[in-house]
């Protein structure tokens, strides 16, 4: 379906980044794009590669967890010292 949108853009005369970029997060190769587009694989790439990257960079970043200070709270790894292990229960 990306690929048939970016078909249409092109027809169209219409900026192509954005329907590359989907093109791309649905799955299509950059083969596939540069045949949707009228060029090679390596001219698609050339040409919204970085666009792309970006976009996937600044998506994974959205969608990490934020850091929990806790997680580095002991630079010297002695986690031991932080872990409070359960009593006897047989004295």
Known sequence: MELTKLRIRRAANVDLGGAVI????????WEQVGA???SSRQAAFERWGKAVKAFEEARRQANRMPEDVL????PAG???QFVIEPE???G
């Open 22 to 29: 989907a093109a791309r997060i649905a799955g299509a190769t």
């Open 71 to 74: 997680d580095r709270f002991d």
């Open 78 to 80: 002695r986690v031991s």
């Open 88 to 90: 006897d229960q047989d």
């Open 36 to 38: 949707a587009v009228g």
